[in-house]
């Protein structure tokens, strides 16, 4: 008799991570928050979904309230994240931000005189079936080293940016531009949020580094991307938020790196001619034995 193995199989990835924040050499508080998740969701079969979720929130520096901003943005994401349950994950990201946004604007706008302007950048990252989805407001910044090469998959909303957008400064003159830090998005400011989505397929051996503006204005791409090729990803963290304390570290820094170890199986494998006719040997033995 054939004995049934009911442990459930992983679908979608494993991944190894490290997080390392810190407040600078100039701030008295960290307004940064942080938050990674993982959790398993039992499915039929015996099978289970994994799912995880990385985030940083950079409360606005020199705003009464950043701290707060930042922490309540964090929790808005974490209780979301318990109640996901197989919702697309673009649109289970975009809700989650766009709540997030709703309340730090009325915490915000409860006690106007104690917490005027009260607003943070967030970033999250989900990462399930093979794939991840980044929600995106403010100048934190999520990359990825593939192949060794290192590629910004997000967008900084700030001034210096906009305009480099709009093709009326350089690349140079943007990063000296008085408005590099000038936040044009962020959370709280207002009761609509517009959030940039943005769905990539993951491979085995990706690394990604999520982390706050006191982190990528105080070292290059090209800094980055050399300590990134570290194979320990304690030692790599590590070392980034070094390299910006010795830089002068006036802002806070928050770093989470995490790397793709397996891709798991999928709940259904894609339509394949090829698989069919891999099978026909097989199928054509066991006619001839019946």
């Given at each position: 008799m054939k004995s049934i193995d009911k442990t459930p199989i992983p679908i979608a990835v494993t991944v190894k991570w490290?997080?390392?924040?810190?407040?600078?050499?100039?701030?008295?508080?960290?307004?940064?928050?942080?938050?990674?998740?993982h959790n398993v969701e039992a499915k039929t079969e015996g099978k289970s979904i994994s799912r995880y979720l990385f985030a940083i929130a950079d409360g606005l520096g020199g705003h009464k309230g950043g701290a707060i901003a930042s922490r309540i943005a964090l929790k808005a994401i974490k209780d979301k994240f318990t109640t996901w349950h197989g919702e697309a994950a673009n649109h289970f990201v975009s809700q989650a931000l766009r709540h997030a946004n709703q309340e730090v604007f009325i915490a915000g706008n409860s006690q106007p005189t104690l917490f005027e302007n009260m607003q943070t950048t967030l970033t999250a990252i989900t990462l399930e079936r093979g794939a991840l989805t980044i929600g995106h407001v403010g100048d934190c910044r999520f990359y990825r080293i593939r192949n060794s090469s290192i590629k910004l998959l997000t967008r900084d909303h700030t001034m210096a940016n906009d305009l480099l957008h709009l093709h009326l400064i350089s690349h140079k003159q943007a990063q000296q531009h008085p408005g590099r830090h000038q936040l044009t998005r962020s959370l709280g400011g207002e009761p609509v949020l517009n959030v940039d989505i943005i769905r990539e397929q993951i491979l085995p051996d990706d690394t990604y580094l999520l982390c706050s503006d006191g982190l990528w204005s105080e070292i290059s791409d090209e800094e980055i991307e050399i300590v990134m090729q570290e194979k320990n990803i304690d030692t790599a963290c590590e070392k980034l938020v070094g390299l910006a304390l010795k830089a002068g570290a006036p802002d806070n820094i928050t770093a989470i790196i995490f790397r793709v170890e397996t891709i798991g199986k999928q709940d259904t494998s894609p339509f394949s001619w090829r698989t069919i006719l891999d099978r026909v040997p097989e199928l054509l033995n066991k006619n001839s034995e019946t």
């Amino acid at each position: 008799m054939k004995s049934i193995d009911k442990t459930p199989i992983p679908i979608a990835v494993t991944v190894k991570w490290r997080v390392v924040t810190h407040k600078g050499l100039v701030r008295s508080q960290n307004e940064d928050a942080h938050y990674v998740a993982h959790n398993v969701e039992a499915k039929t079969e015996g099978k289970s979904i994994s799912r995880y979720l990385f985030a940083i929130a950079d409360g606005l520096g020199g705003h009464k309230g950043g701290a707060i901003a930042s922490r309540i943005a964090l929790k808005a994401i974490k209780d979301k994240f318990t109640t996901w349950h197989g919702e697309a994950a673009n649109h289970f990201v975009s809700q989650a931000l766009r709540h997030a946004n709703q309340e730090v604007f009325i915490a915000g706008n409860s006690q106007p005189t104690l917490f005027e302007n009260m607003q943070t950048t967030l970033t999250a990252i989900t990462l399930e079936r093979g794939a991840l989805t980044i929600g995106h407001v403010g100048d934190c910044r999520f990359y990825r080293i593939r192949n060794s090469s290192i590629k910004l998959l997000t967008r900084d909303h700030t001034m210096a940016n906009d305009l480099l957008h709009l093709h009326l400064i350089s690349h140079k003159q943007a990063q000296q531009h008085p408005g590099r830090h000038q936040l044009t998005r962020s959370l709280g400011g207002e009761p609509v949020l517009n959030v940039d989505i943005i769905r990539e397929q993951i491979l085995p051996d990706d690394t990604y580094l999520l982390c706050s503006d006191g982190l990528w204005s105080e070292i290059s791409d090209e800094e980055i991307e050399i300590v990134m090729q570290e194979k320990n990803i304690d030692t790599a963290c590590e070392k980034l938020v070094g390299l910006a304390l010795k830089a002068g570290a006036p802002d806070n820094i928050t770093a989470i790196i995490f790397r793709v170890e397996t891709i798991g199986k999928q709940d259904t494998s894609p339509f394949s001619w090829r698989t069919i006719l891999d099978r026909v040997p097989e199928l054509l033995n066991k006619n001839s034995e019946t």
